[in-house]
């Protein structure tokens, strides 16, 4: 099983909405990142979490709360977004942080924020 | 800070011709990987072809291989036989050796297959 899987696959929200991205790998995967996608750019990174603590905060506004119950989930919580956070929100996960770990995707989550 | 330059926004080719992809970078780090990304329009990102800087041989994966000039900092993509499934973004990406993998990705090639 080499898959991610993330849920919704389209989520609209209201500007003070509080909604919940999820994503789930079960690879055996230690290291899971969050990305943010706009239309034809390439993905930036916003959080990485090694061995379910935090490693890498890309100084994401704190309406962005990510959170890594177990080793096989990633949560990416939303609360008062800005219609310039609307997105295509993809999760990664890889074996280890460091080392030429291939990074595999998840399909994305499409973000609107009305 | 790391950079990664694709120059080509879009390119296309023929049904089983070959078309390549430039990508160049700028660091000063000595050692580093390189990485070929491919997000079709389906939008799930998959890794082509990986190439550590350290390595002089360059990396191929059956149709993909790359030409990977380290002074001149410069990492192409060469696509072989293309197939209608190979039209996608293609993100040409940089990550440190050292520390966390952070990726750094150049702007994207969108590649279109004409049959």
């Known amino acids: 099983d080499t898959e991610v899987t993330q849920t919704p696959k389209h989520l609209v929200m209201g500007m003070t909405n509080k909604k919940s991205l999820k994503c789930e790998q079960h690879m055996g995967h230690r290291a899971m990142y969050w990305y943010k996608q706009k239309a034809k750019k390439p993905p930036e990174l916003m959080f990485v979490?090694?061995?379910?603590?935090?490693?890498i905060n890309e100084s994401v506004p704190s309406r962005f709360s990510p959170e890594c119950p177990n080793s096989s989930l990633l949560n990416l919580h939303l609360h008062a977004l800005q219609p310039e956070d609307s997105a295509l929100y993809l999760c990664a996960s890889s074996f280890r942080l460091a080392g030429v770990y291939e990074q595999y995707f998840g399909p994305g989550t499409r973000l609107t924020v009305t | 800070a790391q950079t990664v330059t694709q120059s080509q926004p879009e390119m296309s080719v023929q049904e089983a011709e070959t078309v390549t992809l430039s990508c160049t970078y700028d660091?000063?780090?000595?050692?580093?990987?390189l990485f070929w990304y491919k997000q079709p329009p389906s939008r799930q990102m998959i890794l082509v072809i990986r190439q550590e800087a350290y390595k002089q041989q360059n990396a191929t994966e059956n149709r993909f291989s790359v030409n990977f000039q380290k002074a001149a900092k410069s990492f192409s993509l060469k696509i072989s036989d293309s197939q209608l499934g190979d039209a996608a973004m293609y993100f040409c990406a940089y990550a440190m050796r050292q520390g966390a993998q952070k990726l750094v990705f150049g702007q994207g090639t969108r590649l279109t297959i004409n049959p």
């Open positions: 660091t000063s780090e000595s050692d580093y990987y």
């Open positions: 979490y090694s061995y379910e603590k935090l490693s």
